[in-house]
T-cell receptor, first 119, second 117 residues
Framework: DGGITQSPKYLFRKEGQNVTLSCEQNLNHDAMYWYRQDPGQGLRLIYY???????QKGDIAEGYSVSREKKESFPLTVTSAQKNPTAFYLC??????????????????FGQGTRLTVV | AQKITQTQPGMFVQEKEAVTLDCTYD???????LFWYKQPSSGEMIFLIYQGSYDQQNATEGRYSLNFQKARKSANLVISASQLGDSAMYFCAMREGIDNYGQNFVFGPGTRLSVLP
């Protein structure tokens, strides 16, 4: 079955540590995204990537880094520079076939999320 | 400026009744897509329904329908015959910039729906 997989589901980080969240998709999607969600809040974009070896900062990229070496994979590293990393992290992917003159459904498919807690 | 506005932080509805969740959006791009997602307490994001800016008719998917009023920039979600399992957070999202290849999704703050037995 095609889908998008995030791991781990729960992650605990000590102060000053870098941690990497995994995101893998087998949907053959070009675009991938990382969102952060705080309790009771909406989703805020951290980074997104349209193609391999290219990615763009989102609204809250400070303290995070990403790579896109393979189409299927878009790992997120939460660095020690991120002062308040405790949150729920969601990875998503979508196709990028967009047509200027007609509507094309390009919904984002989401992983199950990783809940990161600083201890 | 907020691109997606959901003015109802929380809503209650009686089981089997219909409920409307509001969403207004802001864009100057003629090509865009509007999406609704459901997020139960488990955290997963479940895609519900899509409306394209060029679509002439309102989208429907089972018990979900979208009341799309383009001139008012409104895309309200209507859930008919509410069920207890509909209790969740609901997010409205927009993907704009179709003229600019590969724009990202912007989400609203969400509405928490509680279905009462």
């Amino acid at each position: 079955d095609g889908g998008i997989t995030q791991s781990p589901k729960y992650l605990f980080r000590k102060e000053g540590q870098n941690v990497t969240l995994s995101c893998e998709q087998n949907l053959n999607h070009d675009a991938m995204y990382w969102y952060r969600q705080d309790p009771g809040q909406g989703l805020r974009l951290i980074y997104y990537s349209q193609i391999v070896n290219d990615f763009q900062k989102g609204d809250i990229a400070e303290g995070y880094s990403v790579s896109r070496e393979k189409k299927e994979s878009f790992p997120l590293t939460v660095t020690s520079a991120q002062k308040n990393p405790t949150a729920f992290y969601l990875c998503a992917s979508s196709i990028d076939i967009l047509d200027r003159y007609k509507s094309v459904n390009t919904e984002a498919f989401f992983g199950q999320g990783t809940r990161l807690t600083v201890v | 400026a907020q691109k997606i506005t959901q003015t109802q932080p929380g809503m209650f509805v009686q089981e089997k009744e219909a409920v409307t969740l509001d969403c207004t959006y802001d864009t100057s791009d003629p090509s865009y897509g509007l999406f609704w997602y459901k997020q139960p307490s488990s955290g997963e994001m479940i895609f519900l329904i899509y409306q394209g800016s060029y679509d002439q008719q309102n989208a429907t998917e089972g018990r979900y329908s979208l009341n799309f009023q383009k001139a008012r920039k409104s895309a309200n979600l209507v859930i008919s015959a509410s069920q207890l399992g509909d209790s969740a957070m609901y997010f409205c999202a927009m993907r704009e910039g179709i003229d600019n290849y590969g724009q990202n999704f912007v989400f609203g703050p969400g509405t928490r729906l509680s279905v009462l037995p």
